[in-house]
């Protein structure tokens, strides 16, 4: 079983910047593919941002395309969310997650393991 350890939450002003971390254990995580996904008090968890086992191959949801970046380290197991110019929307714990083949998905059913999750909190 794998495990999944996240970090870098924080509290940070709106426009501000946080980079989170993901360190997974294991000797196999270079061949699956990542995602992050968060959930806002009262809301479904959504879909983030995803990246496939090799790293070439990334998405992003609308609402963080052009101010977030994932980015994976295989040699160190971990994979990287920086997040800039942050919103008060982006209030959210922040979870990642590993899919069961290299690639991602949108939808949080298509993973099976899962972080304890961050927390990222955006003030106005």
């Known amino acids: 079983q794998v495990q999944l350890v996240e970090s870098g939450g924080g509290l940070v002003q709106a426009g501000g910047s946080l980079r989170l971390s993901c360190a997974a254990s294991?000797?196999?995580?270079?061949?699956?593919?990542m995602a992050w996904f968060r959930q806002a008090p009262g809301k479904e968890r959504e879909f983030v941002s995803g990246?496939?086992?090799?790293?070439?191959?990334?998405y992003y949801a609308d609402s963080v395309k052009g101010r977030f970046t994932i980015s994976r380290d295989n040699a160190k197991n971990t994979v990287n969310l920086q997040m800039n110019s942050l919103k008060p929307e982006d209030t959210a714990v922040y979870y990642c997650?590993?899919?069961?083949?290299?690639?991602?998905?949108?939808?949080?059913?298509?993973?099976?393991?899962w972080g304890q999750g961050t927390q990222v909190t955006v003030s106005s």
């Open positions: 997650a590993r899919s069961e083949t290299g690639y991602y998905s949108g939808s949080p059913d298509f993973f099976r393991s």
């Open positions: 294991g000797r196999t995580f270079s061949i699956y593919g």
């Open positions: 990246i496939n086992w090799s790293g070439d191959s990334t």
